[in-house]
Structures are given as structure tokens and as C-alpha cells.
């Protein structure tokens, strides 16, 4: 066995070389999450809030109101009691006429006289017409017209309306008893513009004579 046989032992003399001390690695900072800048959300305004038109009750029919002072009931009553549901029904087609009666018309009135008129009669469903024995070509047959009675002396409602700017097919001072007064319909009714007349009994016939001056 060659001498020294351990040289190959390590020597106890022999400091073992200090390890290094590395420095402890420090992960690198992350880095910052960029967060891409959110696109605008561009929210659509809503659709504007469409309010639909005063709806009346058309289940009943005679609850509509037409203008300020009138209702449709008024204008579909007759004295012949029989026929107001014909009327009531009938007269529906004709609603449009009636809103412009009582607009250029019958509220123009109560403004001129200070006086609301009882409507005696305006729709007239073809079948009450004819019991009537009212004309074939009436404006009351598409609620065009209106017989109106009034408190003060009819002559003076009459002379009143006639001197205004109210436009009307007719004004008639019918018989002492009531004016009937209509819209102007240059399709239905192209001769009836403006006319003037006074109605009375002639050997039991209504004669009508046009005037063009106070009565
Ligand atoms: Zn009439």
C-alpha cells in the first residue's frame, strides 16, 4: 500500500472554501398590468316616450267627449226615444263631423252668446229621418248639423250668429223654435255655404226664404 495511503483523505486542516453567499435573488417586479382603456359604451338613448292620445271609452259610446261643452251622447239623443241606440251606434261613422260641429261651431257659439245651447236634435240615423219625414239630403243624416234651442230670443241668437265670423253651411230660424245651423262640407254639401234662411208654415208646408239681413 503506498505512503501515505489517506493522502487522498481530505486534510482536516483544510477550511472547505466558504461558500459564496450570493445575494438572494429578488424575482423582478411584475410588470404593471396595462389595462387596455375600455372603449366608451356608447348607450342609446331610448326612443322617446310616445304618450298616445286620450283614449275615451269607446266600449261606451256615450261617454265620449267631443269638445269643451259636449259630449256624444248629446249629439245621438233624439225625442223619439226609440231610436237613440240606432242612433247611438249609426252615429259612431260620423264622430268626425261632430268634433268639427262642436269645434267651429257649437263652442264658437257658446263664446258669441254667453249661452250654452241645448241641442235638440243633430244625428239622425237614416231610419229616424226618414220617420221624422226630415230631408233626404240633410247634414243631419252625417251629424253635420244642429238644431239649437236657446234661453234668450231665438231672433237675437240668430241675427247675433249671422253677423259673426262663425262659419256654417246654414243658419236656419226654423219655425220660431229652434235654429239649425251646420259645417261646412264643400264635398257633401257644395251649395251650402253661408246660406241664410228662415223657415215657416206656409198651408202646411215649411217654406224656406233666404235672408240676407237681421231678422
Ligand atoms: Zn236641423
Request: aromatic share 8%; proline share 12%.
Amino acid at each position: 500500500m503506498p505512503w501515505p495511503f489517506f493522502a487522498k483523505f481530505p486534510d482536516r486542516n483544510i477550511k472547505p472554501t466558504p461558500v459564496k453567499a450570493t445575494t438572494p435573488s429578488v424575482p423582478p417586479a411584475p410588470k404593471p398590468i396595462v389595462l387596455p382603456t375600455p372603449k366608451p359604451v356608447v348607450v342609446q338613448a331610448p326612443p322617446p316616450l310616445v304618450i298616445p292620445p286620450l283614449v275615451t271609452v269607446v266600449s261606451d259610446p256615450h261617454n265620449i267627449q267631443l269638445s269643451a261643452h259636449f259630449s256624444y251622447l248629446e249629439l245621438v239623443t233624439t225625442e223619439h226615444r226609440e231610436y237613440i241606440e240606432i242612433n247611438a251606434n249609426d252615429g259612431m261613422k260620423y264622430i268626425e263631423n261632430m268634433r268639427r260641429l262642436c269645434n267651429e261651431v257649437l263652442e264658437p257659439i257658446i263664446a258669441l252668446l254667453g249661452e250654452e245651447p241645448r241641442i235638440s236634435s243633430c244625428f239622425r240615423s237614416p231610419a229616424l229621418n226618414t220617420v221624422i219625414g226630415g230631408s233626404k239630403t240633410s247634414q243631419h243624416m252625417e251629424a253635420g248639423a244642429a238644431d239649437q234651442l236657446f234661453k234668450m230670443p231665438l231672433k237675437t241668437a240668430f241675427n247675433k250668429i249671422m253677423a259673426s265670423k262663425i262659419p256654417y253651411s246654414q243658419l236656419i230660424y226654423e219655425f220660431g223654435r229652434w235654429i239649425h245651423i251646420g259645417i261646412i262640407d264643400k264635398k257633401m254639401h257644395p251649395g251650402k255655404v253661408g246660406q241664410n234662411l228662415v223657415a215657416s208654415m206656409v198651408n202646411g208646408k215649411a217654406v224656406y226664404s233666404l235672408v240676407t239681413k237681421a231678422i
